[in-house]
C-alpha cells in the first residue's frame, strides 16, 4: 500500500541551526501538507502547498519556515534557525486532488537542544 | 472559528469492553468534513474515516462504529469489544470547505488492558 515516507525519524540539531525535513508523499498525490505535534499536545496545522505554491498556512509558519517541492518526489520543510521551542514530531501528508482524506507519515521528531 | 473538542483525555478499559470516544465540533461553514485518526505508540497518524456534513448516515466498519448528529454536532466514535491493539491516542479532526487547514482536537488515549 502506497505510504507518505519520512526522513530522518528523529533528528537532534543545535539552537539556530537549520534543518531541513524531508518527506515523500503518495505519488499521485497533489496536496501536501506539513502539520507539527508539539509533545503531548495536539496535532497543528502548519501550511498546505499545491501547484508548487503554498495555498494555505497557519500563524506559526512565519518567516523562520519555508517548504519545497524541490522534484517530482520530495517535499521539504526548512526551518532557518532553530528555536527550543521547534522541538515537536513534525508530520507530512498528502492527498489526492478530489479526496479531502490525508495519509500522514511516520513522522520526524525534531529535537533542539 | 472552528473548534473541535475532545472532553474525555483518558480513558482505559478492559479487553472486550465497548468504548466511545466523544468528539464535539464548531464551525459556521455548512460545508465541512470531519475525521478520526489514530496515533499508536509508534507515533504515526492513521486515518480511520471521514465524513461529510451533509452525509449523517452513521457508518460500521468492524469493530469500530461511528455516530455523526448535527444537531448536537457530534461526531462520537465506538470501539466494540475493544482490543489491546487498540490502545492509541485518538484524534477528531474538522476540515472547513475551502480552507486546507485540518483541526485537530487535543486527542483521547485509550488504554485497553488485557
Known amino acids: 500500500e502506497p505510504e507518505v515516507t519520512q526522513t530522518p525519524s528523529h533528528q537532534v540539531t543545535q539552537m539556530g541551526q537549520e534543518v531541513i525535513l524531508r518527506c515523500v508523499p503518495i505519488?499521485?498525490?497533489?496536496?501536501f501538507y506539513w502539520y507539527r505535534q508539539i509533545l503531548g499536545q495536539k496535532v497543528e496545522f502548519l501550511v498546505s502547498?499545491?501547484?508548487?505554491?503554498?495555498?494555505?498556512k497557519s500563524e506559526i509558519f512565519d518567516d523562520q519556515f519555508s517548504v519545497e517541492r524541490p522534484d517530482g518526489s520530495n517535499f521539504t520543510l526548512k526551518i532557518r534557525s532553530t528555536k527550543l521551542e521547534d522541538s515537536a514530531m513534525y508530520f507530512c501528508?498528502?492527498?489526492?486532488?478530489?479526496?479531502?482524506?490525508?495519509?500522514f507519515g511516520q513522522g520526524t521528531r525534531l529535537t533542539v537542544v | 472559528a472552528q473548534k473541535v473538542t475532545q472532553a474525555q483525555t483518558e480513558i482505559s478499559v478492559v479487553e472486550k469492553e465497548d468504548v466511545t470516544l466523544d468528539c464535539v465540533y464548531e464551525?459556521?461553514?455548512?460545508?465541512?468534513?470531519l475525521f478520526w485518526y489514530k496515533q499508536p505508540p509508534s507515533g504515526e497518524l492513521v486515518f480511520l474515516i471521514r465524513?461529510?456534513?451533509?452525509?449523517?448516515q452513521n457508518e460500521i466498519s468492524g469493530r469500530y462504529s461511528w455516530n455523526f448528529q448535527k444537531s448536537t454536532s457530534s461526531f462520537n466514535f465506538t470501539i466494540t469489544a475493544s482490543q489491546v491493539v487498540d490502545s492509541a491516542v485518538y484524534f477528531c479532526?474538522?476540515?472547513?470547505?475551502?480552507?486546507?487547514?485540518?483541526?485537530f482536537g487535543k486527542g483521547m488515549k485509550l488504554t485497553v488492558n488485557p
Open positions: 505519488s499521485n498525490h497533489l496536496y
Open positions: 464551525t459556521r461553514d455548512t460545508t465541512y468534513y
Open positions: 501528508a498528502s492527498r489526492l486532488l478530489w479526496n479531502t482524506e490525508a495519509f
Open positions: 465524513r461529510n456534513s451533509f452525509d449523517e
Open positions: 502547498f499545491y501547484n508548487n505554491e503554498i495555498s494555505e
Open positions: 479532526a474538522l476540515l472547513q470547505g475551502g480552507s486546507e487547514k485540518l483541526v
